[in-house]
């Protein structure tokens, strides 16, 4: 449904609202002014909660979600979308409305830049029965909002606000069990970069058990990289990571070590492995790097031929 154009004063929103009826002549005022910047936010917040009765703001609410197209619209707009939000949490029979709406077009609502804010604080103002059932179908489109630009940041959002521990859990496992599916996704790698920032360490451990065998490749690409220096900020995800670079052939590890993004890996894991006070895993990823000190020194693995130098393998015998 198109929006026009024409202009809609707050007064002839109070003339209109007590009769208003779901006809497109009456819809386009109302929408125009829900995505048009006539008013102030100040404006717009005190005329719904201070000159609109109840009766008025579930007219307002009526109308607005009344067509699923038309509310897209609204909430696709970034002023649009503000506003609803400010609706949000009037009332549960103006919460009805909207979460009637939201739920039809959950997905398309999600995965927009605009519109999942409207989601994200519904999430947080509707009862708990509300809330729920929103959780329920972010768990049941996690992977298709988590590999979309927008919906992956959405998606980050309700694992870190949400309110019920089951739920949270619920999607931190679903992520952990496909973060080698995600991790090589342009938008699923960020939310797996999200759910290791959170330092939950059940999640962290679930998420290294799926990477294991898989962090060698993933050093090698930026973002992969970030997921796997964040798997060693972690005492028992970190022997995982260095494990894993002690097993591979030698050359691989030289090439992971002079390459744009693995050589920040390689040499975090010789920083953490000796400020973690495991020695015996530093000086094995030191003595297997140190026959390809010349080749480090003209590479982006300068930085990790600089420790190597600092410390001579000597001194694991002498200390």
Not at 162 to 169: E, I, K, L
């Amino acid at each position: 449904m198109a929006i026009s154009d024409n202009t809609f004063s707050m007064s002839t929103m109070y003339d209109a609202l007590p009769n208003i009826r779901s006809s497109n002549t009456r819809l386009n005022p109302l929408f125009n002014l829900m995505i048009t910047d006539n008013l102030t936010r100040a404006h717009f917040k005190e005329v719904i909660s201070s000159r609109l009765n109840q009766r008025q703001l579930l007219s307002m609410a009526s109308l607005l979600t009344s067509d699923s197209d038309a509310f897209m619209e609204v909430v696709r707009n970034k002023i649009g979308s503000t506003r609803v939000q400010m609706l949000l949490g009037m009332s549960d029979d103006v919460d009805a409305f909207f979460y009637t709406a939201i739920l039809r077009r959950f997905l398309h609502i999600m995965t927009d830049k605009y519109a999942s804010r409207v989601a994200i604080r519904a999430m947080s103002v509707f009862d708990q029965e509300k809330r729920y059932v929103m959780y329920e179908h972010t768990l049941y489109h996690a992977l298709d909002l988590a590999c979309e630009q927008h919906g992956c940041i959405a998606l980050n959002e309700v694992i870190t606000d949400a309110d019920d521990p089951c739920y949270r859990n619920l999607l931190l496992d679903l992520v952990a069990r496909n973060a080698l599916f995600l991790s090589n996704d342009a938008s699923g790698n960020f939310v797996v970069q999200h759910v290791l920032q959170l330092r939950n360490l059940r999640c962290t451990h679930n998420v290294a058990v799926s990477l294991r065998g898989h962090c060698v490749d993933l050093s090698f690409r930026r973002y992969g990289s970030y997921i796997v220096e964040k798997l060693l900020q972690e005492r028992e995800t970190m022997v995982v990571v260095v494990m894993e670079f002690l097993e591979c052939e030698g050359g691989r590890l030289m090439r992971l070590a002079r390459n744009e993004f693995g050589n920040f890996v390689v040499f975090k894991a010789l920083r953490l492995t000796k400020d973690m006070n495991r020695a015996d895993l530093f000086w094995d990823l030191a003595q297997k790097l140190m026959p390809f000190l010349h080749l480090l020194r003209r590479s982006h693995g300068n930085n990790i031929a600089n420790i190597l130098e600092s410390c001579s393998i000597t001194t694991r015998f002498s200390s």
